[in-house]
């Protein structure tokens, strides 16, 4: 299939483990995003890659950490989750030329 | 204050009403406008896309962009149940680094 995947689709894990959320494209764009939705202040960016083994930080990074050794994949890790963490995840990439952004599914999750 | 501030709702109007969604920015160096939509537990859909000032028409949507103003709007003509969504404004300057709205609930009476 086309486009944008992410898993898992749902989460839930405690405060303090690690997880990790996974993003795959399958056009090959050069931008990849990760962004986090939470009411109230819509989505906002935390990392971005304009190429493989290119990242930078977004909006609000901290707690988190990207890695992209491969331009399909971009995967996100919450190193040690916090209550706080708990939000909705997109995974997006810039389609070239057009300057805007498309997105994939979401993964929600819950820290408890 | 944000850079992009954009009315929350909800928005209720009946099937067949011209909706009007809008949003106000405050960085001039925006040149890059859009419109997604999104459904419950979807991920955001582009829905129009504008390049700097001006009006962009597709279907029953009409995209318009006042920059001397830094206010965006999108009309919805006979909007429809299916209409049923919040939408995002989103800008930037470079399209790798897209500021969103807090997004407007939207909701289409039938």
């Known amino acids: 299939d086309a486009g944008i995947t992410q898993s898992p689709r749902y989460k839930i894990t405690e405060t303090g483990r690690q997880v990790t959320l996974m993003c795959h494209q399958t056009?090959?764009?050069?931008?990849m995003f990760w962004y986090r939705q939470d009411l109230g202040h819509g989505l906002r960016l935390i990392y971005y890659?304009?190429?493989?083994?290119?990242?930078d930080k977004g909006e609000v990074p901290d707690g988190y950490v990207v890695s992209r050794s491969k331009t399909e994949n971009f995967p996100l890790t919450l190193e040690s989750a916090t209550r706080s963490q708990t939000s909705v995840y997109f995974c997006a990439t810039l389609w070239p030329g057009q300057e805007t952004q498309y997105f994939g599914p979401g993964t929600r999750l819950l820290v408890l | 204050q944000k850079e992009v501030e954009q009315d929350p709702g909800p928005l209720s109007v009946p099937e067949g009403a011209i909706v009007s969604l809008n949003c106000t920015y405050s960085n001039s160096a925006f040149q890059y406008f859009m419109w997604y939509r999104q459904y419950s537990r979807k991920g955001p859909e582009l829905l129009m896309y504008?390049?700097?000032?001006g009006n962009k028409e597709d279907g029953r949507f009409t995209a318009q962009v006042d920059k001397s103003s830094k206010y965006i709007s999108l009309f919805i003509r006979d909007s429809q149940p299916s209409d049923s969504a919040t939408y995002l404004c989103a800008m930037s300057q470079y399209g790798n680094k897209l500021v969103f709205g807090a997004g407007t609930i939207l909701r289409v009476k039938s």
């Open positions: 056009w090959s764009h050069s931008y």
């Open positions: 504008t390049y700097s000032s």
């Open positions: 890659s304009a190429a493989a083994d290119i990242t």
